[in-house]
Structures are given as structure tokens and as C-alpha cells.
């Protein structure tokens, strides 16, 4: 890796929300990669501490656990953050949940289930950071939403909602602070080989028989490479959002999806 690449971002402080798995903690350990100090928030402190060991322990990345849903446990998350890395140079508003049903399956629990994690954590969250960011003068925030905050999708109202809603914050928040050296710009994969979607794998089998195989296919048919995104994808589209030479990319949906959404 070319040094002064490397160097762009080093020492700078990042915050990724549901970083103990998946996509979180791939970009975690690619913003890593580039000096940069990771804060890893997640619900689930054990495995934020093995991702954050896997970084270098405690002099690169630290884990801090949170319900990104409730503003007092996003507010202490933060400020513990702070006391270990200083101010929040970079937010990646990763923490996401899914699930399927029919409209009329979709209840109240089911729906606030996932406006408070996949909407209002990202507002939450970003609402901690922007403090930062406007006294230092600098500060990015990508925001990991999904081809469904593009297009509407079939049994999966909630989500797909809940995604359009945090692409709608990311544009607004990019013309707010245009003027202030903050970009605000969302990433929208397809589906991804997570433990996420080979529930949803499972999910189809149990529901309608077929087999693992028929299963993925159904899920990948709609892309024209035929296949699942890889989590390192997502991670290097977030990195170079952050990365210097981005400066006048913000508000923008940049899809990752082989095609399937242009």
C-alpha cells in the first residue's frame, strides 16, 4: 500500500455502529488498516472485544457497547468513545436490523423494532457526532442503507421504509452542512454475505422447501452478476468516502449491487 495513502487518514477517530460482525466490522478493520483509531459500538460486548483484539487491542481500536436506539445509551457510548480517542472525526452508521413479513404480518412492534434501530440510531448517533465535527472543522458520515431505500420491494415494508427514511437524512444532512467541510453520503449494497442474509437464506427454505442452493439463487437473481456482495466491498466504498479527493462527494447514494439498481 502506497504510504501516503496510508497515511490520509491516521490518527483520526472513527465511530462504527454494529461493528461486532459483518459489515461493521469489516469497515472497522479497514479504517483500521489506515492508522485510523475505531471505536466499535454493538450490543454484544464479547464479540466487540474479539473484533476489537483482532485490530490491535486497546491502541487501535476499542469496543463500547450500545442500544443505538435510546439517546441515554448512545450518549454514554459516545462519551466513552471520546475519553478514549478524543472527538468523532468519522461516523459510520452501520448498526441495522431486517426482517420479512407480509404488510398485514407487519405490527407495531415489528415496526418500531426497525425505524429505532435502522432510522433513528442513525439519527441519534449522528446527532452525537455533529457536535464534533462542527468545532473541529471536519467530519465525515456514511451512512450504510440498502438497494431497498432506493426501490420499494415486496414483504418487506418495515426495512424498506425505514432505509428510504435514513437516505432522506443523508441528503438533507449534506445540504445542511455543505459549507462546513462535512459530507454526509449513504452506501447501498444488495444483498450481502452476512450472517443477516443467510438467515433470510434459511428463512425461504423453511418456508418454501427449496434447498440452500434455490434459496441464494432467488435471492441473487435479481443481480446481473449473479452473486452476493462480499462485506470488504461495502468497506472500501466507505473508506474512500472518507478518504481525501472525496471532498465534494456528499448527499450520494452509491449503490453496490452488480448492476441490479443504476
Same mark, same amino acid.
Given at each position: 500500500m502506497? @504510504? $501516503?495513502? $496510508? /497515511?490520509?487518514? @491516521?490518527?483520526?477517530?472513527?465511530?462504527? /455502529?454494529?461493528?461486532?460482525r459483518g459489515i461493521g466490522a469489516s469497515i472497522a478493520a479497514t479504517l483500521a488498516a489506515q492508522? !485510523?483509531?475505531?471505536?466499535?459500538?454493538?450490543?454484544?460486548?464479547?464479540?466487540? $472485544?474479539?473484533?476489537?483484539q483482532g485490530l490491535g487491542g486497546a491502541a487501535h481500536a476499542a469496543a463500547v457497547t450500545v442500544d443505538v436506539s435510546d439517546a441515554q445509551s448512545v450518549a454514554r457510548a459516545f462519551a466513552a468513545a471520546r475519553g478514549t480517542y478524543g472527538p468523532v472525526d468519522v461516523l459510520v452508521n452501520n448498526a441495522g436490523q431486517a426482517a420479512?413479513?407480509?404488510f398485514t404480518d407487519t405490527d407495531e412492534a415489528l415496526w418500531h423494532r426497525l425505524m429505532g434501530v435502522n432510522l433513528t440510531g442513525t439519527y441519534l448517533c449522528t446527532r452525537e457526532a455533529i457536535t464534533d465535527m462542527l468545532r473541529s472543522g471536519y467530519g465525515r458520515i456514511v451512512n450504510i442503507a440498502s438497494t431497498a431505500g432506493l426501490r420499494g420491494a415486496a414483504y418487506i415494508t418495515a426495512y424498506a421504509t425505514s432505509k428510504h427514511a435514513v437516505i432522506g437524512l443523508t441528503r438533507s444532512l449534506a445540504l445542511e452542512y455543505a459549507q462546513r467541510n462535512i459530507t454526509v453520503n449513504a452506501v447501498c449494497p444488495g444483498y450481502v454475505d452476512t450472517?443477516?442474509?443467510?438467515?433470510?437464506i434459511a428463512n425461504i !427454505?423453511?418456508?418454501?422447501? $427449496?434447498?440452500? @442452493?434455490?434459496?441464494?439463487?432467488?435471492?441473487?437473481?435479481?443481480n446481473p452478476q449473479q452473486r452476493l456482495i462480499e462485506p470488504g466491498e461495502v468497506a472500501e466504498a466507505v473508506l474512500w468516502l472518507c478518504r481525501p479527493g472525496s471532498e465534494s462527494v456528499t448527499g450520494q447514494s452509491i449503490v453496490l449491487s452488480g448492476g441490479e439498481v443504476t
Open positions: 502506497n @504510504a $501516503r495513502k $496510508r /497515511t490520509e487518514l @491516521a490518527g483520526r477517530h472513527a465511530v462504527v /455502529t454494529g461493528a461486532s492508522g !485510523m483509531c475505531v471505536s466499535l459500538l454493538g450490543r454484544d460486548e464479547a464479540a466487540l $472485544r474479539g473484533v476489537a420479512s413479513a407480509k450472517d443477516i442474509v443467510q438467515g433470510a !427454505m423453511k418456508k418454501t422447501g $427449496r434447498s440452500a @442452493a434455490e434459496a441464494l439463487g432467488s435471492l441473487v437473481a435479481t
